[in-house]
């Protein structure tokens, strides 16, 4: 065997030492041979050994040459085969620890391997546990916990295949334990080193954790790796940051899953900041209901799942859920915030994600959190638009960024930038032809429906039948008629109402025609390209080109002080040119009522459903309006209209459809430099 020292290091001396110095070192060797049980033999072999290299380095001639030979490259003892296990204890003495325990594993297996129960046997693997365990704490003090941790588990397999020092391997195994936390450490801070060390780390991790019984230590956590629970908490901490969300979410899910509530906890928040790093919505709906689930002693679930709300566009229900904290100081803080309460949640909304959520990930890191990134995603817009096909209350995906980055300051400096000198061009009160043709058209088909139901054969009959009723009531007595002829009675009632209800409805449809009625206007009664044409084909083109010279009269909307009728008008033409646009038309109308933002979303949202060869029929109905705050340069209107839409296929075929009887949308209204637009509508019941 060739040993990897020299005689100095066998020795323990320095090459510099006189012969002196080294006779001495050679006698406090042989005075102090190691104690951990080796045998007689190896021992002798051991005084051997370092009497040959002190008589070497103590003779100037001998000494001169091998220092000429160590000059010239060579390194390294060979030894004869009856003295390699007391060169082994001598390299293991000699700080050697990992050659000592490599050599000594290579010798203790096939061909090689000494006879089963001999000296030869017992010592090596004496050699093999004391240089594993040392070697080990060597690669710890160089921060290679990995490492080390990789050694005790060789010493360890080789003593138990040896299936000897039962007490040296159980020392080696409390070693592997206690080293556990930082071997995690270690494993998943290398970024450098690939995906394997990274999965190991994860690994011996949730091992690691489901040993103590959760997060929270259920199963006398101080004798496990050495941590109690104080130290385990400034551990994770610790290694937080080299986990991305993702691996995150998947550990605290499966320690929730065993039962930790703290665990639960963290999975909803690992859950939320992957959501809203990488716009998926869906992660945010899933951490709402481990929100929900928390049992813990002190815990306000309220405001975070607000906050969710908030984010997933039910703002009617995030406030709400604010309104229910178990906190004073928040709902008081809430209720003096200076601005509006959406304003206030989508601060309190980027606070939270900021400080609490989005940190502690490697994957993750946001210097500063924008809502209207968020909304304006298109995934987060097709999720929140699939939630309110279902039946949830949403926000509007355009334009949202007039409303979430409204602070205090903002508006303040919004109204005192406002130029209230600045020359706007009227434009006429709504009810021009358009109008006019939305009223003939809602008036003549009502007005022909009845006419149709009186012509219709079943009416004919029943004042057939009855007319000699009515000539008999002429011919008696009225009081005794209606005592005698209880039927007849009942027959008389109908026709008299029936007749009564129809006069009334068709003289309250009559209006002044310069009378402008906008309550009941219908987008499916909105004039579209198809529905005003005239069976005449020659003035087909006339309708159409009047039609579209009354709609510019209409709009933009450029008043500076607009009525509440020029409001809702502009709304019905938000609602008309939208539902032509979802409807497969062209709108004229769209881009001149709606933001920029607004008016873009639509046209993605059309593009989507082109793809799909779908088409969305919307008809909406404004029943009321409330103007609840107007500036000259941003107004709310509270609005209540019937509802409904139905998606069809290219065929026809009806695939979804939603019906409101009454649907409540608050609308928000900006002036840009030159006419008014709607910027944004939350929607809710």
């Known amino acids: 065997m060739e040993l990897p020292i020299d005689h100095f290091r066998l020795l323990g001396v320095s090459p510099s030492a006189n012969a002196e110095e080294v006779l001495r070192a050679f006698q406090l060797r042989l005075d102090r041979p190691p104690k951990q049980g080796f045998t007689y033999e190896v021992l002798a072999q051991r005084a051997e050994l370092l009497r040959l290299s002190a008589d070497l380095l103590s003779n100037p001639t001998e000494r001169q040459s091998y220092e000429l030979a160590l000059i010239e490259g060579s390194s390294g003892l060979d030894l004869s085969s009856n003295r390699e296990v007391a060169g082994l204890l001598l390299l293991w003495e000699s700080n050697s620890s990992f050659q000592a325990f490599k050599l000594a594993k290579k010798a203790l297996q096939p061909p090689q391997a000494p ?117 385990f908490e400034l551990f994770f901490l610790q290694i937080r940051r080299f986990l991305t969300a993702k691996d995150q979410s998947r550990l605290y899910l499966n320690w929730y899953r065993r039962g930790s509530e703290d665990a639960g906890f963290l999975a909803a928040f690992a859950l939320i900041a992957s959501g809203f790093s990488y716009r998926k919505p869906e992660l945010l709906q899933e951490a709402r209901k481990y929100l929900r689930n928390i049992n813990i002693n002190g815990f306000d679930a309220m405001p975070l799942i607000g906050c969710l709300d908030l984010l997933l566009g039910d703002v009617k229900q995030a406030e709400s859920r604010f309104r229910s904290s178990s906190d004073e100081k928040l709902k008081d803080w809430l209720d003096n915030y200076p601005g509006e309460t959406l304003a206030a949640l989508c601060d309190y909304c980027r606070n939270w994600l900021s400080k609490d959520v989005l940190v502690g990930f490697s994957d993750i890191q946001i210097q500063a959190v924008n809502l209207d990134d968020w909304f304006s995603n298109q995934e987060v817009q097709i999720y929140v638009e699939q939630l309110e096909t279902k039946g949830a209350l949403a926000i509007a995906k355009a334009g949202f960024s007039f409303l979430s980055s409204l602070t205090p300051e903002q508006e303040i400096e919004n109204k005192s930038s406002i130029n209230l000198d600045e020359e706007e061009a009227d434009l006429p009160m709504p009810g021009g032809s358009l109008d006019d043709i939305l009223k003939e058209k809602s008036f003549k088909s009502r007005l022909q429906s009845k006419e149709a139901f009186l012509g219709t054969d079943i009416v004919k009959k029943i004042f057939s039948k009855y007319h000699s009723t009515v000539e008999l009531i002429k011919r008696s007595d009225f009081k005794s008629f209606l005592l005698k002829q209880p ?59 009047k039609e579209r010279l009354d709609i510019n009269k209409s709009i933009p909307l450029t008043t500076p002080a607009p009525t509440d009728e020029e409001i809702q008008f502009l709304i019905e033409s938000w609602l008309k040119g939208k539902a032509d646009i979802l409807s497969g038309l062209e709108s004229e109308i769209l881009s001149s009522v709606a933001s920029p933002n607004l008016y873009n979303i639509e046209l993605e949202r059309r593009n989507k459903y082109n793809k799909l060869g779908q088409d969305i029929i919307i008809d909406a109905r404004i ?30 075929d009806i695939l979804e459809s939603s019906v409101y009887p009454s649907l409540k949308v608050k609308y928000i209204i900006g002036k840009n430099k030159n006419n008014w637009q709607i910027v944004d509508y939350i929607s809710g019941n």
């Open 115 to 231: 006879a089963l129960g001999s000296g030869r046997e017992s010592d090596l693997t004496l050699i093999a546990a004391l240089s594993c365990r040392d070697a080990s704490i060597d690669e710890q003090a160089c921060r290679r916990y990995a490492s080390g941790a990789d050694l005790l588990q060789e010493g360890i397999q080789l003593l138990q295949r040896m299936g000897k020092l039962v007490e040296e391997r159980k020392t080696l195994e409390s070693d592997l334990e206690t080293l556990l936390p930082y071997r995690i450490l270690d494993l998943l801070s290398r970024e450098s080193e690939g995906e394997k060390s990274h999965q190991e780390g994860l690994m011996l991790l949730e091992e690691f954790v489901n040993k103590r019984g959760g997060l929270e230590g259920k199963r006398n956590s101080a004798k496990i790796a050495g941590l109690n629970q104080n130290d």
């Open 487 to 545: 039927i007849y009675t009942s027959a008389f009632a109908f026709i008299g109402l029936f007749i009564i209800g129809t006069s009334f409805g068709i003289l309250t449809q009559r209006k002044p025609s310069g009378t402008i009625n906008l309550k009941n206007i219908s987008t499916s009664e909105v004039v579209k390209s198809e529905d005003v044409k005239n069976k005449d084909s020659g003035s087909n083109k006339t309708v159409n080109d």
């Open 623 to 652: 029943t009321t309006i409330d103007i609840v705050k107007k500036t000259n340069k941003r107004i709310e209107a509270d609005v209540e209209m019937k509802y409904k839409d139905k998606k069809i296929n290219s065929s026809g």
